[in-house]
């Protein structure tokens, strides 16, 4: 079972991630204070980038995160971005990997300026997005 967990995550790390960002992480993944994402901190008004090519699953407002999007990958990835200031894409649409699909803000309330809460899922498990972007 190991191996093929391996396995995995290997072809994990074999795609070709898109930076969600240009900027400076700011707060790490910590799954023990269940921060399961990284902060980057990006100019105003900067563009949010599709990771990777795929679906856009979820594209709306939420209290504690603001305006999130979620885009389903290959692999069972997910990748999650919040506290936007715009959506730039709507529930069904196919984005490519490097696509702007939403504004940097500071929506929600969990928010300490502007910047993307920026999460990868593989499985249905939060997995360090830094493990396989260099930021």
């Given at each position: 079972k190991n191996e093929e967990t391996e396995k995995k995550q290997i072809n994990i790390k074999n795609?070709?991630?898109?930076?969600?960002?240009?900027?400076?992480?700011?707060?790490k993944f910590d799954f023990s204070k269940e921060h399961f994402g990284i902060d980057i901190v990006a100019k105003h008004n900067a563009a949010v980038k599709a990771t990777l090519d795929g679906s856009v699953?979820?594209?709306d407002w939420t209290m504690e995160t603001g305006y999130v999007i979620a885009i389903?990958?290959?692999?069972?990835?997910?990748?999650?971005?919040?506290?936007?200031?715009?959506?730039?894409?709507?529930?069904?649409?196919?984005v490519k990997a490097g696509q702007p699909i939403a504004i940097i803000g500071e929506s929600g309330e969990l928010t300490t300026g502007a910047h993307l809460h920026f999460e990868l899922w593989h499985k249905?498990?939060?997995?360090?997005p830094e493990d396989y972007i260099t930021f």
């Open positions: 795609l070709s991630f898109y930076i969600p960002a240009e900027g400076v992480v700011t707060s699953i979820f594209a389903q990958h290959q692999e069972g990835l997910i990748s999650f971005y919040k506290h936007n200031s715009v959506l730039l894409k709507k529930v069904g649409e196919i249905g498990a939060p997995v360090n």
